[in-house]
């Protein structure tokens, strides 16, 4: 036996033409694959998954515990990621089977969940022959460009396998993804299950993208659920701690955070800011200047945060668009920061309005404006800070109660 012949289905658009076989085994060896597949691992991998000669499989899973789920990303494990590693670690603690695929080892790193099988691929076709081995029977990705457009969506299509994806921010929004990411096409192809949005806003723009309605899921992000259960924060705690931890990049709106700080150097705030990437030398040097601004470069080490939201009394996100499309979905970190008692002023972009209520769970702010952020700061110190608090505190409970993971 030369290989394994997999269900007849048309690939996706983009990848026609480029005489890939229909055979996982030699198209790998062709491409000198990177992984040793074992022939006869496949085949029974692919029994496993039922009938794949019919033009709909019948071999969806209808059941929990049937799901043996394919997670896809394109760099893993990566710190930014902590809302997909919380996904897993839920999924393997609800018993259901996960193995995680990924293209790049994400730099920096984070420590890999030691009980979830990870394998380093290099194209779609790898990553089929991988999920026929393994059985996996369903595939999902986070981000839509590039993992889901380039790994997920072929080798589901090529397996004849349902699939899944969510989408957030540069993968959709950056204005070289907004065509190729092939939203549309990627959501109305008869392999996709569902499309997960992180908020409303995500959901109009899946809609004018020609996703159907009825693919397409608000999946909230939840917080970790042990810190649920580590006592109530202290909802009295002064407001005067304002807090980021958040990437360095453009959509930040870093070069905002820093020059709130200037504008609020009279008043009694003291403004800490977290993080890594691309613009740390450009908010080192803007920072210096500012005795009221504490500046802490290098990933957070996920034992720290809880300490570093009970201790702030606001946590400050003023996004933006980036010059090159991308903004922020609904950052994870508001979520986080309210579940904690802290109060909530970010900017009024995206899916950020679903949690944030203006006067009421926080104050949203107008992108690019950091006065109008200097001045929600002078209304919280004067008179709203325990309403704010409060409500913030209810609204992340509920919304963490009522996401996808509980």
């Known amino acids: 036996m030369t290989g394994v012949l997999l269900r007849k289905s048309a690939l996706p658009p983009s990848l026609e033409g480029q005489g890939i076989g229909r055979n996982v085994l030699s198209s ?27 033009e709909r499989p019948h071999h969806y899973p209808r059941e929990r515990s049937e799901l043996r789920i394919g997670y896809v990303q394109w760099d893993y494990p990566a710190p930014s990621q902590a809302f997909v590693h919380r996904e897993i670690a839920y999924l393997r ?6 193995c995680v695929y990924y293209k790049t080892q994400a730099e920096p790193a984070i420590m890999p969940f030691p009980d979830v099988p990870s394998f380093k691929i290099d194209s779609w076709e790898e990553l089929a022959g991988l999920s026929a081995a393994h059985s996996r029977n369903i595939l999902h990705g986070h981000f839509a460009y590039p993992n ?29 993804n907004r065509e190729r990411s092939q939203l549309g096409a990627m959501g109305r192809s008869p392999q996709c299950l569902a499309v997960f949005a992180p908020g409303s806003f995500h959901k109009g723009y899946f809609l004018k993208k020609g996703i159907p309605a009825d693919r397409i899921i608000i999946n909230r992000t939840a917080i970790d659920p042990g810190w649920l259960n580590v006592g109530t924060p202290d909802l009295d705690r002064p407001v005067e701690e304002i807090l980021l931890i958040t990437r360095f990049v453009e959509k930040k709106g870093l070069r905002d955070f820093v020059e709130i700080a200037r504008q609020c ?19 080192t040097r803007l920072s210096e200047p500012l005795p009221n601004l504490q500046l802490r470069v290098g990933p957070v080490k996920s034992d720290a945060l ?17 010059e090159n499309g991308d903004m922020d ?19 009024n972009i995206s899916s950020i309005p679903d949690l944030v209520e203006d006067g009421r769970t926080g104050f949203l702010c107008e992108p690019g404006n950091p006065q109008s952020f200097a001045m929600a700061l002078r209304r919280l110190l004067l008179f709203q800070k325990e309403m704010c608090v409060r409500f913030g505190f209810k609204r992340a409970r509920r919304w963490n109660e009522s996401s996808c993971l509980t």
Do not use: N
């Not at 790998?28 to 019919?54: C, M, P, T």
């Not at 150097?265 to 908010?283: D, H, I, K, N």
């Open 28 to 54: 790998l060896k062709k491409r000198g694959s990177l992984v040793q597949l074992d022939e006869a691992l496949i085949e029974r991998g692919l029994r496993k998954l039922g009938d794949i000669d019919d």
């Open 93 to 98: 603690e609800k018993g259901i089977d996960v």
């Open 148 to 176: 889901t457009t380039l790994l997920t969506w072929p080798a589901a299509e090529y397996l004849g396998i349902p699939f899944s994806f969510s989408a957030h921010g540069v993968d959709i929004f950056h204005v070289a």
């Open 265 to 283: 150097s009279g008043m009694p705030l003291r403004f800490s800011l977290y993080g890594f990437g691309p613009l740390e030398e450009e908010v």
């Open 306 to 322: 809880l300490p570093l939201y009970d201790r702030a009394g606001i946590l400050l996100l003023p996004c933006v668009q980036a």
């Open 329 to 347: 979905g609904l950052p994870s970190v508001l979520i986080d920061a309210a579940a904690r008692g802290c109060v909530l002023v970010s900017s």
